[in-house]
């Protein structure tokens, strides 16, 4: 990918806090479950989330398509017109207009479609909300994201249950196609589906990305499926980004003990080499009552005194690479297994 790739979104100083009410409006105590985010994906760019389940990731995903209203923070979209909008300041009349070039594409095929609508109400509803198309016109659109999706353009009046999991994940692609976007949130779009077909969708998608010129942000917890289709990777931990970097580079030489640990759980296609798998002591952090300073100190090995007094600061050690550990510049740390 070209470095003279515009960004198309950027996402600084992110936060979720949601607050728990006891009786007479009282608030009984608070869960970060985005805490200061900072990162960004450049036009035609697929950028990869990960980390363990309860991280934070999809609230992150839904905060930036405001489908859940981030706390605080910033989230700079570039508009068709070259310029940089902070969406979390729309109203709602200017965040509408905005949400045909941002989409979304669910985890699970079986719930994210109406079992009581067919394919071409289903594929048809973003057009006909948007007042895109109507009629004939209308059918005729729908037919042309079925097959481009993969699908027979036939079965438009056919429900969802006469479909497999993949192909309704394909309808589901075909609707968040259907309003020309040029960014779409992808929420572990494969992780309900079979290995086999996991395959076919990260193919489709990364078809459609060729073709259309979209920009991904794919969430998931599966490392193969990550390293495959990703060309940046964010690591997070208990609502904080702890690492970014390009995909290779993530792999290679991980520069925070929490992305070392993770990567040595990433299985070895070899069924007779073993992998020395990073077991880390104690629980995951609770969002609801985190550590001081470095939410990971409790668990890391290499953890210090300056890590469990203060937070450590989100900073550049390379091209695209960015971390967020104190002792970053003084560790060796182990990458992924080939």
């Not at 009786?23 to 869960?31: H, I, M, Q, Y």
């Not at 600061?313 to 740390?333: K, Q």
Request: aromatic share 6%; proline share 5%; hydrophobic share 35%.
């Amino acid at each position: 990918m070209s470095e003279a790739k515009q960004i198309i979104l950027e996402v600084t100083g992110m936060k979720n806090i949601s607050r728990s009410k006891r009786f007479f409006k009282r608030t009984a105590g608070s869960v970060k479950a985005v805490d200061d985010v900072h990162f960004y994906i450049r036009e035609g760019e697929t950028f990869g989330l990960v980390g363990e389940s309860g991280c934070g990731k999809t609230t992150l995903g839904r905060c930036i398509l405001r489908a859940i209203e981030p706390s605080d923070g910033k989230t700079h979209f570039r508009d068709r017109t070259g310029n940089m909008v902070d969406l979390n300041t729309l109203d709602s009349r200017r965040l509408r207009a905005f949400r045909r070039d941002i989409q979304l594409i669910f985890q699970d095929p079986y719930s994210s479609l109406n079992p009581r609508m067919t394919v071409l109400g289903i594929v048809g509803e973003p057009l006909v909300c948007n007042k895109l198309a109507g009629g004939e016109k209308l059918k005729e659109r729908v037919r042309e994201l079925m097959e481009m999706v993969g699908l027979d353009s036939r079965h438009l009046e056919r429900y969802p249950h006469a479909f497999s999991g993949g192909q309704r994940q394909r309808i589901g692609i075909a609707r968040a196609l259907a309003t020309n976007p040029r960014f779409i949130v992808c929420d572990e779009a494969v992780s309900a589906l079979d290995v086999s077909v996991q395959a076919q969708i990260l193919n489709l998608l990364q078809d459609l990305q060729r073709k259309l010129g979209l920009s991904y942000l794919f969430i998931s917890h599966d490392l193969g499926v990550i390293q495959h289709i990703s060309d940046r990777v964010g690591v997070m931990y208990v609502g904080r980004m702890v690492e970014t970097a390009r995909t290779g580079q993530l792999f290679a030489r991980p520069r925070h003990p929490y992305t070392e640990a993770l990567l040595s759980a990433k299985p070895l296609p070899d069924p007779r080499r073993k992998a020395e798998r990073i077991i880390l002591s104690g629980e995951v952090a609770n969002p609801a009552n985190p550590p001081s300073g470095c939410y990971f100190h409790p668990r890391c090995p290499y953890a210090t005194d300056i890590c469990r007094m203060e937070k450590p600061p989100w900073r550049a050690v390379g091209d695209d690479h960015y971390v967020a550990c104190h002792r970053t510049d003084e560790l060796e740390l182990q990458g992924a297994a080939i």
